[in-house]
């Protein structure tokens, strides 16, 4: 796995980290036949990225994470990593994937009673509050919530798509939610 700075003028990966599948990491002799290095454990895709991602931030001021790897769009704990942070980020996802809409969440926690076991934390849903899939949320936007927004010269026309920008909640998230970017087609 790699991590590239970019502007306009073109990317530099400044962070490579090998991907060392759990079958391999515990297979000494694998290991040893591809020479893999003894300090190179298993980790996955997603904590890798958020490693090199941490290493980055701190390392200058960091403007915007992007992921393009289809392995991390269904990790909402990375975005939610990425989000503590204080990045701002676009990672491509599943259209699938469910969100709270603006303006919705869940149920704040059923009322504690004294003497019966511990304050609950848990968030709750009815059939009102429900997340909605990504896709639903987008065949719903109006035609004027969307960009077209070109990022740079493809090999045989320049790479475009359009993108909506909307406030939404990760159906797992507890704390405020954050600015994410929806893209057509996702």
Known sequence: MSLSLANADGSLPVAYRLYLPQSWAS??????????PEEIGFQTKPEIALDQIR???AGGPAAWSCADRCGLRTHSDLRSAITALGLPYAVGILSNTTVWPPGTGPLPPKPYTPGRGSPTKLLRRDAEHRPVTVKDLCVQLPATAWRTITWREGTNEPLRSRFARLRIRSPTATSSAANRGLKNGC
Do not use: N
């Open 27 to 36: 297979d000494g002799d694998r290991r040893k036949k591809a020479g893999v």
């Open 55 to 57: 290493a980055a931030a």
